[in-house]
């Protein structure tokens, strides 16, 4: 089993900052996907960024340049920077893992709690 914990999120006046933490606790053998994604309310949920263990990232359209995902793979955590926030940002974020527990065993979708950020005036 392998538990996600995040934390970061707020309250934030449009153009500011915020960064996510999400750490990965229990029996981990390889985290081979880290990432973030989002829901709004009344909307389905959407990736928003995904780092790979080979160090390959990977960004939603929407991201532009605003976001850094980043990952500490000692500490079993990753983070995302995002910057330039917009109101249309505002949604709960969910920190999101693709475990698998040994070397030929099949990979398993992990979900966090999520956390609200909500981007407003």
């Known amino acids: 089993q392998v538990q996600l914990l995040e934390s970061g999120g707020g309250l934030v006046q449009p153009g500011g900052s915020l960064r996510l933490s999400c750490a990965a606790s229990g029996s981990i053998f390889r985290l081979t996907v880290m990432g973030w994604y989002r829901q709004a309310p009344g909307k389905e949920r959407e990736l928003v960024a995904r780092?790979?263990?080979?160090?390959?990232?990977d960004y939603a359209d929407f991201v532009e340049v605003r976001f850094t995902i980043t990952r500490d793979n000692a500490k079993n955590t990753v983070y995302l920077q995002m910057n330039g926030l917009k109101t249309e940002d505002t949604a709960v974020y969910f920190c999101?893992?693709?475990?698998?527990?040994?070397?030929?065993?099949?990979?398993?979708?992990?979900w966090g709690q999520g956390t609200q950020v909500t981007v407003s005036s």
């Open positions: 999101h893992a693709l475990h698998k527990s040994g070397p030929v065993s099949d990979a398993r979708d992990y």
């Open positions: 780092a790979f263990s080979g160090g390959f990232n």
